[in-house]
């Protein structure tokens, strides 16, 4: 099976070629210094390589100057190189460098790494291997088109905000007519989940990538809804499979296919709830890429839930025991998890497009 090579790890490879071959052409040694530094410089994206790369080279020079001033106190030492490090990290995060912080240390210990016979001689040639593989290293980030994450990213995440709440709302619709199933297969939701997965890994290098005027908070908020929608459908697929097993036992105080129509009525409001929650979706997906006024209603739909809080005393008022209370409680499961998914759908909606106006 071929294995695939992405173009982070090309440019990664023909970054380290180059420093090698300018080191071995000036005689700069040891090459390796330039080659790791390379490595430890390559970044994810096009953005990141722009706006980082003044970041590397000032902690490269805070590194490269700190462990030069070290050295020549003859702090070449494990105890010296320690210090180096807690003070880089210190001043770094003084000035707001934490995010670039680790080429600094790496420049830290190349350099006081060296004997400490003519430090200053082994310091100068290390110091030079160092930038010249910082040098490649942010070239390469800015000549080689590094991967764009991000309009991927938009296009799966609008796929898999479909796909994951058809299959939750699904769960609640298989709840709803439970009542008629002789049995019940639970969904394999693995590629939904492998799928989320690829996401959440794509959003770690796309991040970097979205621009001031773009919403990332939007992004952040589908992922999360996702995750929710694919928990959460399992549970209530769980207990659709328990109910539908429940039901068909021996022990069970109702015939197939028997059922009370207060708790009928109850599963008919349900259902309506799935369709609006079906009807907020579509919504959603449609209005990603185009700027959007608020819904007026941001809350609960009151007069939904006030029909639902009566159909549920109705019911209450007429049934007794503990299978009752079992199907109570998994409505009530039901219906919470209904609302979780009305209010974020809302404030997701709210939140506005991919792109504000």
């Known amino acids: 099976m071929p294995i695939p090579i992405g173009a982070r790890v ?11 071959l300018i080191c071995q052409a000036l005689q700069i040694v040891p090459a390796t210094f330039a080659a790791i530094t390379v490595v430890v410089n390559m970044l994810p994206s096009v953005n990141r390589a722009l706006t980082d790369a003044w970041a590397q080279i000032r902690v490269h020079l805070l590194g490269v100057i700190l462990a030069t001033f070290l050295g020549i106190f003859y702090w070449n030492n ?3 190189v320690g210090i180096a490090v807690i003070l880089i990290i210190m001043v770094a995060n003084r000035l707001g460098w934490g995010g670039t912080i680790t080429p600094g240390i790496v420049s830290i210990i190349f350099i006081l790494d060296a004997p400490p016979e003519q430090f200053l001689m082994h310091a100068g040639t290390r110091s030079i291997s160092i930038f010249i593989g910082l040098g490649v290293a942010l070239i390469t980030n800015r000549v080689l088109a590094p991967p764009r994450y991000k309009k991927s990213l ?5 796929s898999i905000f479909l796909d994951s709440s058809a299959y939750f709302i699904q769960s609640m619709r298989a709840f709803v007519q439970g009542t008629y199933m002789k049995e019940y297969e639970k969904t394999n939701v693995e590629g939904l989940e492998a799928r989320i997965e690829e996401i959440l890994e794509m959003h770690e290098h796309a991040r970097d ?9 939007l992004v952040e908020k589908l992922i999360e809804i996702c995750q929710g929608f694919v928990e959460r459908g399992q549970n209530i697929e769980e207990m659709t499979y328990q109910r539908v097993k429940r039901r068909l036992s021996p022990d069970s105080p109702l015939e197939f296919q028997e059922i009370a129509p207060a708790f009928q009525e109850l599963l008919n409001v349900l259902h309506i709830g799935d369709d609006q929650l079906e009807v907020l979706t579509r919504q959603i997906s449609e209005n990603l890429y185009r700027p959007h006024t608020n819904m007026i209603n941001k809350g609960d739909n009151i007069e ?11 019911w209450q008022s007429e049934v007794s025991g503990v299978f009752y209370l079992r199907a109570m409680m998994e409505v009530a499961v039901v219906a919470t998890e209904m ?8 404030r997701i909606y709210n939140l ?4 504000k106006a």
């Not at 938009?154 to 609008?158: A, H, I, R, V």
């Not at 990538?209 to 908070?217: D, I, K």
């Not at 609302?339 to 809302?346: D, E, I, S, T």
């Not at 506005?352 to 792109?355: D, I, T």
């Open 209 to 217: 990538e979205f621009l001031p005027g773009e919403n990332a908070h």
């Open 339 to 346: 609302r979780w998914a009305a209010r974020r759908l809302k």
């Open 154 to 158: 938009l296009e799966k995440l609008q």
């Open 352 to 355: 506005g497009s991919f792109k």
């Open 304 to 314: 939904y839930w006030d029909r639902f809080d009566q159909a549920m005393a109705v």
């Open 78 to 80: 494990p105890f010296g």
């Open 10 to 20: 090309l440019k990664t490879g023909i970054g380290v070629t180059i420093a090698l």
